[in-house]
């Protein structure tokens, strides 16, 4: 077999990256290509890079993060008191690992939502299935569940995420169709799987939020739990930009 056909059943068996990697050396001097076992490890470390690539980007897809925000761009001082080993800590994943939450919250424009995706990216390159959703749309999707009649579908998906980013809680009314779909939630992925949510309300006023006392000691109890508390402050980091364009 020559090394065009080569190429061609790698193409067939859908075999991405070690087909370019083959390519690579191919386009070598002969005195430079890699030969017997270290071309064949390097193959198969390319093709395993390749589809761990593929993976990560799938699930970028699938998470539908609402900013492009990566763990490398996340700004950390004690004005807006987060550190960088507290930040390095929640990169590493340990609470993904031990099914524990992230409650990040802080003024408007402090960088919330840009903090927790930046997690979830993070996630998803550690290959962490994740979702994001922001409170309006999750109330949206439940009334529309309800309606058509997939509220256990869409319950049942959201229970094989890894990771679920709720953001902007406490800005509407929760009804009670909402406190019993997040107080489930909550049930379903306690102490094995996370959520990271962001508030602009402290933490001491969501029981008071929430509304139902019944509800709200059963949603508290669960989401406070083990949780990590990110109280970010500082000057808001969308007119510090606009400053800096001026």
């Known amino acids: 077999m020559n090394t065009t056909q080569t190429l061609q059943q790698m193409q067939q068996l859908r075999l991405q990256g070690m087909y370019q990697a083959y390519r690579s050396q191919l386009e070598l001097p002969m005195d430079q ?3 017997g076992h270290d ?12 589809r761990a690539n593929e993976k990560t980007a799938y699930y970028l897809k699938l998470a539908k993060l609402r900013l492009p925000a990566t763990v490398e761009q ?24 031990q099914g524990e939450n992230i409650l990040i919250t802080g003024a408007t424009g402090c960088g919330k939502s840009w903090l927790a995706c930046a997690l979830g990216h993070q996630a998803c390159l550690q290959g962490y299935k ?18 058509d009649g997939s509220y256990i579908k869409l319950l049942n998906h959201l229970e094989r995420q890894t990771l679920i980013i709720l953001d902007d809680f406490g ?5 009670q169709e909402i406190r019993l779909t997040l107080l489930q939630l909550l049930e ?8 990271i949510l962001t508030s602009q309300l402290p933490v001491a006023k969501w029981y008071e939020y ?37």
């Open 39 to 50: 071309l064949v490890a390097y193959l198969l470390q390319s093709e395993e890079l390749n």
């Open 74 to 97: 996340i700004e950390c001082s004690a004005a807006r008191n987060l550190t960088k080993p507290q930040l390095a800590s929640l990169a590493e994943g340990r609470y993904l690992q």
């Open 171 to 175: 800005l509407q009314p929760l009804t």
């Open 130 to 147: 994740t979702a994001y959703l922001n409170m309006n749309r999750l109330i949206e999707k439940v009334t529309l569940s309800k309606l």
């Open 188 to 195: 379903d992925r306690y102490g094995k799987k996370s959520i």
């Open 33 to 35: 290509q890699l030969e």
């Open 210 to 246: 929430i509304g139902d006392p019944t509800l709200a000691d059963a949603i508290m109890d669960r989401m406070t739990a083990n949780a990590n508390r990110i109280e970010l402050k500082g000057e808001s980091l969308r007119r510090k930009k606009s400053k800096t364009n001026q």
